[in-house]
């Protein structure tokens, strides 16, 4: 079986990841930037990692980009987040990110990091902003991924990542 993992980050934790993947799997890894597009129905799977962002997994614009020449490809999708592990915020992630011909295709989760300190200006400034809004809530009725942001104070570095979290992906591969 010839595969390919393409992987999409910001901070580093779905690049660790996706590196993971390469090590158990054999298959190479490359960056959205990287990737040769002409190659790609070369391979009989595809393993896209992103990074989540406002809900949004990363990988999944340059999915849609290529997706008619890899229709026919095993295609899995691994996103990476703050949020602890949860079945429902994972279909939740699946529901809003993959329409149309995209639904059938298997998400994968891993929980990454989060460290205020090293964000962009851009990105330390929504979760401030966000952390505010959150703030006025009773804990209890905190989203997953609130509470994930709510539990590292700005000047902490949360790091979740966990090869143990390959383990769904691997098997069904
Ligand atoms: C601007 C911003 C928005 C984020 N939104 C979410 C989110 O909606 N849900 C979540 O669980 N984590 C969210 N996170 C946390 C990231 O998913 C987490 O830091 C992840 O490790 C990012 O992957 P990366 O290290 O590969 O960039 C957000 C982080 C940033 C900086």
Known sequence: MKGLIIYKTKYGSTKK???????ETGFPCVSTDEADIKSLPSYDVLIFCGGVYASGISCVSFLKKVYD????????????AASPYDERFIEALAEHNLKDGLKDIPVFY?????DMKGMTFADRTLCRM????????????YELWESALMSVSEDEKGDWTDKAYLEPLLKSL
């Open 110 to 114: 891993g929980r990454g990091g989060f």
């Open 17 to 23: 990841y996706a590196g993971w993947l390469s090590e």
């Open 130 to 141: 966000l952390r505010k809004a959150v703030a006025k809530k009773e804990p209890k009725d």
């Open 69 to 80: 020449k890899i229709r026919d490809k095993k295609i899995m999708i691994f996103a990476c």
